[in-house]
């Protein structure tokens, strides 16, 4: 029998992180490795992001434990609204994020994972002073948060699609695509020029990548569209596709993760802002939210829909929230939600299993020997 499909909040103990936004969660085995965000912990009197790091173990009767890391080596500098990915077994990439309201990253990090912890930074791309959101010299994105940044294992690459941000002083949305070739220790940065139309230019919006290898993105903002639809990047091809797939309703800053199951996967989204404004209007921030949608990853996405997660009771609910975290825990099968706004800085954490939802983690496709009428 499956677990009941319904929200349970975690008690925290140990290190517990300050409330904040804007972090990563990335799982490793079963660690999860929290990194940076803006906290409510105030520095020189003013709110800003940090450059902590956070080891997350997931352990029975509704706990949780928490301790804060001390890595060596070459540490970044505090940020927000960065991207994070595994990028092998034991190694956790770092690209871009704020350091201030108006100053933006396109740096990379690498933390190194096992019995301690370990910051680098590729032997070309040496920074560690405060951005000046000046272009790259070797070929980067410009300055940027608010992105994406997909990890595919079969090229060792990582994609990094959209965000805000932008050279000097200026913000923009972005729609460009570059890739960072993680072999060999290589980590040479290329723009790809895709075939097609490409997605309207945006940030806060979610990727993750399809067993088909191909990177599906959803949702997010620009300074004068907000967007409820989808697109399919196909990496063998470079090329956008989009899909005859919209929310019900314009999101972004909402988290997405997508989940093994049979006979195929789950992507499923939580959270965000939604809304609509119309243009000439008075701009507002939308209504947060803390619904879960779903969809089957079936025929490249063509003749699916979203379907909501409706709890089996209402008993726990996590609150409306933005800029949360969101990762999937396949051996107990449960989501985990941590941290994010809600008119106030997160540092609360929530599963909610979903068995009834995914199935079983096999399937039986014969029986030997052949028993029975």
């Not at 609150?319 to 997160?346: A, H, I, P």
Request: aromatic content about 12%; glycine content about 10%; some cysteine.
């Amino acid at each position: 029998m499956p677990q009941p499909l319904q929200w349970l909040k975690l008690k925290s103990t140990g290190t517990v992180p300050a409330p904040r936004l804007g972090h990563t969660l990335v799982k490793f085995d079963k660690t999860y490795i929290l990194f940076g965000g803006l906290d409510n912990e105030k520095k020189n009197g003013k709110v800003a992001p940090n450059n902590e790091v956070y080891t997350l173990k997931l352990m029975q009767k509704e706990q949780c434990n928490w301790k804060l890391e001390s890595p060596g080596g070459e540490m970044p500098l505090p940020r927000s609204n960065h991207t994070a990915c595994s990028i092998g077994d034991n190694e956790m990439l770092v690209f871009g994020g704020l350091y201030s309201s108006n100053q933006r990253f396109n740096d990379t990090y690498i933390l190194k994972i096992g019995k301690s912890y370990q910051w680098r930074q590729p032997p070309n791309q040496k920074s560690g002073q405060e951005p000046k959101n000046t272009e790259s010299k070797i070929g980067a994105p410009e300055p940027r948060a608010n992105h994406t940044a997909t990890f595919v294992p079969g090229k060792k690459s990582v994609y990094v699609f959209g965000g805000h941000g932008g050279v000097g002083y200026s913000r923009k949305a972005f729609n460009d695509v570059y890739v960072l070739d993680c072999a060999n220790e290589s980590f040479e940065w290329t723009k790809v020029d895709p075939s097609g139309n490409s997605p309207e230019a945006r940030g806060g919006h979610s990727a993750c990548l399809l067993p088909s290898n191909k990177i599906f993105i959803n949702g997010g903002w620009n300074s004068i569209s907000q967007f409820a639809n989808s697109w399919l990047f196909d990496i063998e091809k470079k090329e956008w596709s989009e899909l005859d797939l919209n929310m019900e309703i314009p999101r972004w800053n909402h988290v997405v993760t997508i989940v093994p199951a049979l006979p195929k996967s789950k992507i499923f989204i939580f959270g965000g802002s939604t809304g609509y404004f119309e243009e000439g209007s008075a701009r507002n921030f939308g209504e947060m939210s803390r619904q879960v949608l779903y969809m089957d990853v079936l025929d490249e996405l063509k003749s699916v829909a979203y379907k909501k997660v409706v709890p089996d009771n209402d008993n726990v609910l996590p609150s409306t929230r933005e800029n949360s975290s969101f990762v999937y825990d396949q051996d107990e099968q449960r989501l985990v939600l941590f941290g994010g706004w809600s008119n106030n800085y997160l540092n609360d954490i929530y599963q909610i299993n979903i068995g009834s939802i995914t199935g079983p983690d096999y399937a039986i496709y014969q029986v030997n020997p052949a028993l029975g009428p």
